[in-house]
């Protein structure tokens, strides 16, 4: 059985230590091991990127963005490979995980603007004689920490924008589905990027301490559930590092009575069940303005759930694959449990659905709850399947009171034709991202991404302009050369420019 291994200054290596398996989530079956790094094999890692900081940081941004420019050219010609290697492994359907590599690759686009984004400000004679400017410089070895359900995509967000503004990057992929990472990793190495400036390492918690608690990590980015964010945000900051951490999330979408309800429909199918939910900016809460919407609602939602085709990842046309692994499956079948007991409405049940031929994949069906309530765990928890709540409430400002009060503000939209009732609720909702009439409000490359409340420590949103800052420090340089023959008088007063 083939072993994944690390990538260290430039060479694929498996290590001596532990491995876990690594699944099939379409048939349940283990296809290969990923090795685990121990501590040594961190300290190596390190040193290595270490060593390779100061060539890299001294190397012009555009030499560093021609790189990129390559690295663009290769993902595209590998996007086949890619995507197999991610639904083989992650789960989801070759056309969605087409789709998570294209929006990776807008990210590299945008750091191949590095000349741009990194070029500073100019002024000259803020005082006689006195030039002043800043200058963006580099952390130095960076890190990033990335989670299962985009193996391709956030790996993407941030290593390409850290190595052009002139860190080395280590990344600790999920375990769950690595080897796409680790392919797409060697492909900027065949574009060009020099050994030791891009490593990959396998593990679990003890790579994650381990990266936490060296020194010469000046920075840690991490996307995953909230507790680990918490963890990862205290423990590295309480250290002196820079920490962006992105956790958890519970996403509702609005439906005004003046909806236009078929193409709301549509956008909640896709937004709810794509990727079988494993989405962080999943909708997984319908909040629907009066009974008339709801009911209104349900009738069409009902037949297009139990239409969706569901199936192995790997086969295309499919609308769903299965969760990533059995672990998954059951916690999603017991909320579905809990939400039962705890008196919500189930209108369609995905628990007992079986894919003929695949019947030990990890598979759980669309699954819809009405008459949802906010103290049942199918409301607060971030349940990471297939499962949409239906939450009626009477008024618009019922539901923002709704979100509002929720201890996660990643994403929401909202669905109207009324101009004055979606100001209302981009301006008051207490969101870091939100839709009007786009279910999934995930920003453009130059833009960046970023929850508020318990789905987002730090300070700085991940990639775009907010992550050109997180991987950059800024030097304001102040400049004077006097003339030679001319003597001056000692200053005691502060200096001014008046």
């Not at 005082?127 to 990335?146: E, K, M, R, Y």
């Not at 086969?315 to 919500?344: F, H, N």
């Not at 034709?417 to 009439?437: K, T």
Request: charged share 20%.
């Amino acid at each position: 059985m083939s072993i994944v291994g690390h990538l260290i200054n430039g060479e694929v290596v498996q290590g001596t230590g532990r491995s876990v398996d690594v699944y099939n989530p379409s048939t349940g079956a283990v296809t290969k091991k990923v090795a685990l790094a121990d501590r040594a094999t961190i300290q190596q890692a390190i040193d290595v990127a270490k060593a390779a900081f100061p060539a890299w940081r001294n190397t012009p941004p555009a030499k560093r963005a021609q790189i990129m420019y390559r690295f663009k050219q290769l993902l595209e010609q590998n996007e086949d490979k890619i995507s197999q290697l991610i639904s083989e492994e992650h789960g989801k359907t070759l056309e969605d995980a087409a789709g998570e590599l294209k929006r990776g690759i807008e990210n590299v686009e945008f750091a191949c603007g590095a000349p741009e984004i990194l070029k500073g400000d100019y002024s000259r004679n803020v005082g006689p004689n006195i030039d002043a400017w800043t200058d963006l410089q580099p952390v130095g070895v960076v890190a990033g920490i990335t989670p299962f359900n985009f193996p391709a995509m956030v790996p993407l967000w941030m290593y390409p924008l850290a190595i052009v503004c002139g860190n080395c990057f280590i990344l600790k992929p999920s375990e769950r589905d690595p080897s796409s990472t680790l392919f797409i990793a060697q492909l900027l190495l065949e574009a060009g990027l020099p050994k030791g400036v891009m490593t990959v390492i396998n593990g679990d918690k003890e790579a994650v301490d381990a990266l936490i608690e060296a020194p010469e990590v000046k920075a840690l980015s991490f996307v995953g559930s909230t507790p680990i964010a918490e963890y990862i945000y205290s423990e590295g900051t309480k250290r002196g590092k820079r920490v962006q951490a992105l956790g958890g999330a519970k996403n509702h979408a609005v439906l005004m009575p003046d909806a236009d309800l078929d193409n709301a429909v549509s956008a909640l199918m896709g937004a709810a069940y794509g990727s079988c939910g494993e989405r962080c900016m999943a909708i997984s809460v319908a909040v629907c303005v009066g009974d008339q919407i709801a009911d209104a609602l349900v009738q069409k939602l009902v037949p297009q759930i139990k239409a969706l085709k569901v199936g192995a990842g790997t086969s295309c046309g499919l609308d769903m694959g299965p969760l990533v692994t059995a672990a998954a499956r059951d916690k999603v079948k017991g909320y579905i449990d809990a939400g039962v007991e705890q008196g919500a409405e189930l209108v369609v049940d995905g628990r007992s659905l079986v894919v003929d031929g695949h019947e030990n994949g990890f598979f759980v069906g669309g699954t819809l709850f009405d008459k949802v309530t906010p103290e049942m765990t199918i409301y607060t928890d971030e349940i990471f399947g297939p499962v949409l709540c239906i939450v009626r409430v009477g008024s618009l400002e019922q539901a923002m009171k709704l979100i509002n009060d929720h201890e996660y503000g990643n994403g929401t939209c909202i669905f109207t034709r009324d101009g004055e009732a979606a100001r209302l609720f981009v301006d008051e909702i207490e969101v870091g991202m939100v839709g009007v009439n786009v279910p999934l409000p995930v920003p453009v490359s130059y833009h960046s991404f970023g929850g508020w409340k318990r789905s987002l420590f730090g300070d700085l949103h991940a990639y775009g302009p907010d992550g050109v800052r997180f991987y950059t420090k800024k030097k304001a340089v102040t400049q004077r050369w006097p003339q030679r023959a001319s003597h001056e008088a000692a200053q005691f007063a502060f200096p001014s420019n008046g």
